[in-house]
């Protein structure tokens, strides 16, 4: 059993940087990919960003490519998700997930373990 905690969030004005830990428990991140999804007030959640395991391989939602990098320091058995030219389309509740899987997964209906959330607010 992983069990993610996810912090960092917050609230940041427009044009601003946040970044989002998900930290692991309970066993090791070894062999999970681990991915960031979101929630807005009023929308399904969606996915963001992903990373895998052993190759460090990423994956990026359009609308976050190029403002947003995944990475995760094994070692510490941690994922981060640095935002930065945030907007108020950003604002939402952060996820992260992980699965035992060596290929990235995009799906969030691959994961299996989730965290609580953390939340993120843009002031515009």
């Known amino acids: 059993q992983v069990q993610l905690v996810e912090s960092g969030g917050g609230l940041v004005q427009a044009g601003g940087s946040l970044r989002l830990s998900c930290a692991a428990s309970?066993?090791?991140?070894?062999?999970?990919?681990v991915g960031w999804f979101r929630q807005a007030p009023g929308k399904e959640r969606e996915f963001v960003a992903a990373?895998?395991?052993?190759?460090?391989?990423?994956y990026y939602v359009d609308s976050v490519k190029g403002r947003f990098t995944i990475s995760r320091d094994n070692a510490k058995n941690t994922v981060y998700l640095q935002m930065n030219s945030l907007n108020a389309e950003d604002t939402a509740r952060y996820y992260c997930?992980?699965?035992?899987?060596?290929?990235?997964?995009?799906?969030?209906?691959?994961?299996?373990?989730w965290g609580q959330g953390t939340q993120v607010t843009v002031s515009s």
């Open positions: 990373i895998s395991w052993s190759d460090f391989n990423t």
């Open positions: 309970g066993r090791s991140f070894s062999g999970y990919v």
């Open positions: 997930a992980a699965r035992r899987s060596y290929v990235l997964r995009l799906s969030q209906d691959e994961y299996d373990y």
